[in-house]
């Protein structure tokens, strides 16, 4: 398997754009998972994805930010409009979610310049 | 919320010492624990994942072991490589939300040949 694949992996982009992050699982992971990476507060998780639904999305942090995941082999993390805080690395990762794993395998990420 | 902590942020040892990175978290009511690695401009790669009934985990020359009612766990190294240079991340999993995991800052190990 390729593991779990993300695009763009760079993203710049000026304050007020729409921007969509793209992300594809591991095949026949029911759970996805978007993580926002920064200096200043490490690692977040943003929201979580259980065979297509969102199950917790308490991460999230403003309505600028919406996700969906119209089928078990895509995802998108949009932030709409973007804003120069919102730069970051924003992670994608997936899991089986069952039996005593609840192993994560992340994706490589995708860092992203708001000017 | 679950707090976790790492000491020390950063680590510089010779290469083939044995080491020892430190993780603590606030609540001891945690489903499992998780050690990453990540290299420079790259994501995370899982190394160890102990259970909450479990006390270690061991893959080649790590050891993880898991102390949930002080709220500690260790990632041990043992002989350091060069290639091992990295940073640490521990992940402690939610007991009431099995998926969700909050993560340290993490430990910046820099191992010299």
């Known amino acids: 398997d390729a593991g779990v694949i993300q695009s763009p992996r760079h993203e710049v982009t000026e304050m007020g754009q729409e921007v969509t992050l793209r992300c594809k699982p591991i095949?026949?992971?029911?759970?996805l998972f978007w993580y926002r990476q920064t200096m200043m507060r490490g690692l977040e998780l943003l929201i979580y994805?259980?065979?297509?639904?969102?199950?917790?999305d308490s991460g999230m942090p403003e309505d600028r930010f919406s996700a969906k995941m119209p089928n078990a082999s895509f995802s998108t993390l949009k932030i709409q409009p973007s804003e120069p805080r919102d730069s970051a690395v924003y992670f994608c990762?997936?899991?089986?979610?069952?039996?005593?794993?609840?192993?994560?395998?992340f994706g490589p990420g995708t860092r992203l310049t708001v000017t | 919320k679950q707090e976790v902590t790492q000491i020390p942020a950063a680590l510089s040892v010779p290469e083939g010492e044995n080491l020892v990175l430190n993780c603590s978290f606030t609540?001891?009511?945690?489903?499992?624990l998780q050690w990453f690695r990540q290299d420079p401009g790259k994501g995370l790669t899982s190394l160890l994942l102990?259970?909450?009934?479990?006390r270690e985990q061991t893959s080649g020359r790590l050891n993880a072991s898991l102390d949930k009612s002080s709220g500690r766990s260790t990632l041990y190294i043992a002989a350091s490589q060069p290639g091992d240079s990295a940073t640490y991340l521990c992940?402690?999993?939610?007991?009431?939300?099995?998926?969700?995991?909050?993560f340290g800052s993490g430990t910046k190990l820099n191992v010299k040949p």
């Open positions: 095949s026949g992971h029911d759970y």
């Open positions: 990762a997936s899991s089986l979610g069952t039996g005593n794993s609840y192993e994560q395998y």
């Open positions: 992940a402690v999993g939610d007991l009431y939300n099995f998926n969700k995991f909050y």
């Open positions: 994805f259980n065979n297509n639904v969102p199950i917790d």
């Open positions: 102990i259970q909450s009934s479990q």
């Open positions: 609540d001891s009511a945690i489903y499992n």
